[in-house]
């Protein structure tokens, strides 16, 4: 599998490739800790929080808010104490950057996150991982202990004032946890339902504290924003997507991997053909699914000869979002109903079940596209789709309604065909076929 | 959404104040006071401690477990199942000792995670969801494991099994069979 950056020097993945990467020592030997230095010894929290807007960093956990500005709303004159989390339960289908940033450079999250907490007065931090990614736990824990033995997390960091301690936490397998009010809930114990915002979590979050939740990427961004100064970070990427982006590709392709791409990239029919190989076995690309599961699937017509540019606006202008940078490529075997089937199994699978729209809505969407699976489609359960979908999206009370509700959306109207070859045929205006056919 | 592993006796265990508690050697002790030492409230370490008391009770939560967990946590019984019974990793009934995880998510699935699927249930003679008799497998389908790039994978225990085939997967099953392999549970 390929890790690297293409088209820009690479940032994030500077260190991924050499020898005992996740080594404190290797780390230091190639400007770890500098950032951490310079902000301890010369930069106010406000200095470094205007670094982090100036670089027009969004979070790269998918939502892609802005950094600087989610760390502006933390009250500065609480007297309760304050918290960062990083969020890694990467559970996005086709998304894993954020293991191979860990796994690689545990190091550099650290750095991030004691930036992080330096800037908004936090003592204590939290790294909220995936059940499944124990390794990588075990990996931030002794990277932990090194930095804590070299002086550069615990009491009196780097011989000054500022004391912050991190601590690894383990989820469970619950993909919702990624949504970061559900995050805090099963942080304190709870299950893993997400709250009513606001309050913010920025304002009442953890343990009802003033809290900052970032995904592992924005957090590994921020050591280079403050060596390199928010400004000329931002000029490697575009005016309203600052810095550089690392992409997971998954699929059909011959090169799956690990990207490092500046932001506004200038084509991702060139990046899917040339930097990731092409598809494999001689066949056609069909489809592409660009920012994790929950996007918009976009047609290869959508893609070849449009020069889409690789950004927050120029995938939305294409149809879809950069979302969490989790590209599935299809080729023209795949059938787009199945694939859109087993996303909406996925959906449903982990819906919380807090909310009437999520819960019942994912569950009948499984049942319509398992009967239409069986060969008992009626000709308008396009249609019905649809109008399950219609009930859940904006209708759902966090975000995964609207995640199991666009894949359908985009599916149906860019692979008409693929939806229409499983519904029986529309005969005298009656359903022609099975007698008695099981209400669902 | 635990997944039950006893066909034929698909009613959630019997949940009640057990006669018995969980104890547990100064070492396994020492350890959850690790993790307890991490958060202002106790509540919070629900998640790692069930992970532990699950790994020492034979790979479930069995009702003295539970016992346990609700008295270091200061918590009811209740808490504990409400908490169990929402996350997939936590086993609230028996699993074999090697617990076959295939990844069926959408990229893996178009790089043949069915064959791998189907392969094991012929190898193994269980489907997934299913334990067999003798207890040293069961076999579950899971959602997306974050291991895309290198589909189509599986996980036992905690253990990552990635660009999989048939040939590796008969290779790991021996190994299993043989007593070879860690069943990688920490």
Redesign the interface.
Known sequence: MFIGAIGCEPLQLRRVNLENSRSIETYRKNGGYEALRKVLDRMSPDVVIGEVKKSALRGRGGAGFPTGMKWGFVPKDSPKPKYVVCNADESEPGTFKDRYLMERDPHMLIEGMLIAAYALGSKATYIYTRGEYRYLIEIMDRAIEEARAAGLAGDKILGTEFSCEIYTHTGAGAYICGEETALLNSLEGLRGHPRMKPPFPAVAGLYGCPTVVNNVETLTAVPDIIKMGGEAWQKLGTEKSGGTKVWSVSGHVNRPGVYELPMGYEDMEKFIMEDCGGIPNGRQLKAVIPGGSSVYIMPASDIVGKKVKMDYEGLVAAGSMVGSGGFIVMDDTVDIFESTKNLTEFYKHESCGWCTPCREGTDWLVKVFKRIARGEGRPDDAQLLLDIVDNIEGKSFCPLGDAASWPIQSAIKKFPEDFKRHLLPLTNGKESGKEGLPTI | ?SQQFLPDNPLPQEVRVPDEMAVFSPEVEAEIDRHLA????K??????L??IVQRERAGFLDPPGVAYLANR?GVRIMDIW??AT?????NTEPVGMYHLQIC????C???GAGTITEHCTRRLGIKPGETTPDKIFSLSE??????????PMM?IG???YENLTTGKVDELIEKCRSGELSNGV?
């Open positions: 959404m991490k958060y202002p409230l509540r919070s370490a629900i998640l790692p069930m992970f946590l409400e908490v929402f996350y997939s990793m936590i069926r998510t959408l990229s699935k178009i790089l899971v959602e997306c494991l974050g291991s895309c790039g290198t589909a996980q905690f253990d990552y920490r």
